[in-house]
Every structure is written in C-alpha cells, then in structure tokens.
C-alpha cells in the first residue's frame, strides 16, 4: 500500500512544491526582512518531494523506499525543465543510502535525518545545475550558492521534522496503526473466561 501511496503524496508534494511554496515562502521572508535582512534577495525553496523521500526511506523497506525516489523523480521532472528520469536517478541514490544508513541507527532517526538533510540538499542541488549545465545552461557558482543553495538547506532543515512526523503517521496507519485497545479488550474478555 505503501508504494501506491507514493504516487497521489509525491504528486502533491511537487505541485506544491513548484506553485504555493515558493509564494509562501517569498511572504515570509519578506515578514522576516522587516525584522532582519538576512534572507533578502534569496531564491531558496523547500523541496517536499526530497524530503519525503528521505523520510520515508528512513523507515521504510528498501524496495518501497527506491519507488518513493523513482516516482519522486518522476514528479519533478515533469514539473521542470530537466529531462524525465534525471532526478530520479539522484533520488533513488538517496533513497538507497538513507535506507542502509538508517537501518543500521535505530534510536536516533530523526536526528539523522535532521544531520543528513543539509547533505542531501546540497547534492541534490548540485546534482541539478550540473545537469542544467549540460543542458546549456550557465550560472555563477557563488550567486547560485548565496542566493539559492544555503537559504534552501535552512528551509529543507526547518520542514525535515514536520515532514518525518507526517511520513510516521502515515506508515503507522499503513501498518495497521496501534492495537492496543483490541488486544486489551480480548486480553479482559479471556481473563473472564478463565474465571
């Protein structure tokens, strides 16, 4: 279910990604610039589609985890100028490093994924200009760097533990959410049995 599940979850996270994001994001640095210009001028968005892959990926079995990255690519490409498969390629690499790297930590997810964010985030970004450059495309490393690659960690940093809480909500209601009302009202029912 988990992998059907990628498809309407990753969709969404891209169209929100390209269209009500950006526009949210743009109002709230523009409220945070009339305390600090810190983030003025910048370009730097939240990539949902990277971060629910990730999270996912966390927790997940890494075949459910390498479609998450697949279909996630696909989303993106779909909505940018990139050709159909470049970032899938990036995601699933991701999806499959998250996954033998979170297996083997298991107390300690959320912090991984709060420590393996920037990193992703980086090479994801780095991974997409590079494939824009053979594509034709040029840009100034150190403008790219300033006004888009480190505002985008800071977003993709503050929208990991949110985004990890809603993926856990949603594995757990895919396994069958908690029973531990069922299993307590068959464990008193036995024990009146008994008596």
Do not use: K
Not at 51 to 80: E, K, T
């Amino acid at each position: 279910m988990g992998r059907t599940l990628s498809i309407p979850v990753l969709g969404l996270s891209a169209a929100l990604t390209a269209s009500i994001i950006p526009h949210f994001l743009d109002l709230l640095v523009d409220l945070l610039n009339s305390v600090s210009p810190v983030l003025a001028n910048t370009r730097g968005q939240v990539n949902l589609v990277m971060l629910f892959v990730i999270c996912w990926s966390a927790r997940a079995d890494l075949a459910g985890s390498l479609i998450w990255g697949f279909v996630g690519g696909l989303a993106l490409d779909l909505l940018s100028i990139l050709p159909i498969g470049t970032t899938s390629a990036a995601l699933i690499v991701m999806a499959f490093v998250i996954n033998s790297v979170a297996s083997q930590v298991f107390r300690v997810r959320l912090i991984f994924l709060v420590a393996a964010t920037p990193l992703a985030t980086v090479l994801l970004t780095t991974y997409t200009l590079l494939a824009l450059g053979l594509l034709g495309n040029g840009y100034d490393v150190i403008a790219v760097t300033r006004l888009v690659l480190i505002p985008t960690v800071f977003w993709n940093c503050l929208a990991v533990i949110p985004v990890y809480s809603l993926v856990r909500l949603m594995q757990r209601r895919l396994e069958g959410g908690l029973l531990i009302a069922p299993q307590s009202l068959n464990q008193g029912s036995d024990s009146r049995s008994a008596e």
